[in-house]
């Protein structure tokens, strides 16, 4: 009986390949993976996203926050914190919602603030961590 486990690490790009029988797990860094599978295979992928990814999902993501909550300025000269966030999350779809928690996640609650205007720094991390509890 000959031992079929292997390892491959694959640094960018794109990885193919066909499995028959088994079970592959894989992370993808900016690369696809393509797998044929037959005979019961089974394939667990993670796709992990680059810094640069990250860092473009955050700034369209602050930047979006940012014209929310200057829109609901005009609307609102003085709205509180509970109405800014009720606001944008109102305002807001759940696929926006998890792509910017999952570049947070992935990068550090600190790097929004690199994207916001200082002025929208606190509520803008009051809206995530309120994304960010199961509800």
Known sequence: MSDNNRSINVSGGNVYGAVSGGTIYGASNRGNV?????????IQVNNILSESEQKQTLAASAKEIQQLLEQLARINPNPTEAEKIEYV??????????????A???SGEAAIEEFLDTRYVIVGKAIVKGWMKPE
């Open 34 to 42: 393509a797998n044929q599978m037959t005979q019961g295979a089974s």
């Open 89 to 102: 999350h109102d305002e807001t779809t759940p696929s926006f919602k998890r792509r910017l928690i999952a």
């Open 104 to 106: 947070l996640q992935a």
